[in-house]
């Protein structure tokens, strides 16, 4: 007998088909379909969504579960755990494992773990090899081995030769590549946004320029070569700015934003938690204000968690040697929430667009929608609700979140992958 969903009385909030009601949702086999007959009602397992937004399943293009090589921190199936507790059902895996994904092997054992997954997990492969920066990676070879597209995240290509031609390659292959704007020359040894709050703690800065110059080479290299670039975890205004003008050129450029990026500024680092450190680092409130403008003028695509997990003893240490990151999954969608519905007033299903279709749209993954046909891939949860989230008790293996112990609005209750409950009630099913 085929498997019949019936979500029932929740706010569908679909911006792919611009449904926003109160109403149902069902799904026969883990495929959305618009009705079921009343007999099939009947017989189907039903989730009670009163009160709460049923929204499409929540995806983040960019997160990292490193497998293989570093699992005492994740590994695919704990990040999948994590993914289903933030209402993510759709994620993307970077390539800085240990070795790198470079390969057709390594994508062949992440493949393997991925189908275990509790949520739908696409790799991305290397750009170079070994992310060195210095000799191509097999585009094609990788592509036909399941990678969604490709990028050295973590490492920047410092040479615009090397990187004309890696876009120039990824293109022949119909493969976007993600990247990481850093010019090395300006952040060697860098922990923190260069300005004042650097030259008050003492820490070595890492300037918002180094971002810019690579925002603008790859704008520009996009332009002329036509290839598709997306520019990961966009921190300044000004790259903002230039993103803008890219977009209004019809530069094939499209952009993310971290929750962490949209919610906190340099001034967390005032007490040395290196749970605040990352890369790039947390700006000025101007860099703040830039990206929520940009998320709400769609010159920003989409919302990327850049979930980083590092082990205690790893991030426990003096704030120079702790490592960049970190866990966004479990917490991104009240984060979201918070800074883009609280405080900056945007509709709630202009941020689930952030969060689903045009997080998909991007690398043409199907996900971001309940139109009929599409996979059942559902996040239920009440925009609301008050919690108070605990690292210490989340899904993932690390415990490294800036949220640890605060209090947050906008839980999720139930996620379901392919028309089957994978979380609820705060439980991994
Ligand atoms: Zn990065
Ligand atoms: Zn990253």
Request: one cysteine or more.
């Amino acid at each position: 007998m085929p498997a019949f969903l019936w979500i029932k009385n929740g706010r569908v909030i679909d911006p792919a088909t611009k449904r926003d009601a109160v109403g149902d949702v069902f799904a026969v086999d883990g495929k959305i379909v618009d009705r079921l007959g009343p007999a099939d009602r009947k017989r189907a397992k039903v989730v009670d969504a009163k009160g709460l937004v049923v929204a499409p399943g929540l995806v983040d293009i960019h997160v990292h579960f490193r497998e293989p090589g570093q699992t005492h921190k994740e590994n695919i199936l704990t990040g999948s755990r994590a993914a289903a507790a933030g209402g993510f059902t759709t994620v993307v895996c970077m390539p800085n494992t240990s070795p790198p994904i470079d390969n057709a092997g390594t994508l062949q054992l992440v493949n393997a773990a991925a189908a275990k997954a509790a949520v739908r997990v696409y790799p991305t492969a290397c750009l170079t090899v070994g992310m060195k920066g210095q000799q191509l990676a097999p585009h094609g070879t990788l592509k036909n081995n399941g990678a969604v597209a490709l990028t050295d995240d973590g490492l920047c290509i410092q040479s615009n030769e090397l990187m004309r031609r890696a876009v120039e390659y990824a293109k022949m292959f119909d493969l976007p590549v993600l990247d990481h704007c850093q010019d090395d020359s300006l952040t060697d040894k860098a922990v923190m946004n260069e300005g004042n709050v650097s030259t008050r703690l003492g820490l070595k800065g890492w300037p918002h320029a180094a971002e810019d110059i690579i925002v603008a080479r790859n704008i520009i290299l996009s332009h002329y070569t036509g290839a598709h670039i997306h520019l990961q975890h966009i921190s300044s205004a000004l790259s903002v700015e230039l993103i803008r003008r890219a977009k209004k050129d019809g530069t094939r450029i499209t952009a993310e934003a971290t929750p962490h990026h949209l919610a906190l500024t340099e001034e967390a680092l005032a007490s040395y938690d290196t749970n605040f450190k990352m890369n790039p680092p947390l700006r000025t409130e101007a860099d703040r204000q830039a990206i929520i403008a940009g998320l709400k003028d769609g010159t920003l695509d989409c919302i990327g968690t850049d979930h980083a997990p590092h082990s205690p003893d790893e991030k426990d240490r003096e704030f120079d040697y702790a490592p960049n990151g970190i866990l966004g999954l479990e917490t991104a969608l009240p984060v979201c929430l918070k800074i883009l519905v609280g405080e900056a007033r945007c509709k709630l299903p202009h941020v689930i667009d952030l969060m689903t279709r045009r997080a998909a749209d991007i690398l043409r993954l199907p996900a971001g929608t309940l139109a009929p046909g599409a996979n059942a891939d559902v996040c239920v949860f009440d925009p609301t609700e008050q919690w108070t989230y605990d690292a210490t008790k989340g899904q993932s293996k690390s415990r490294n979140s800036p949220w640890h112990g605060q209090r947050l609005t906008g839980r999720v209750h139930t996620t379901l992958v392919g028309g089957k409950v994978v979380f609820a009630n705060g439980k991994i099913v």
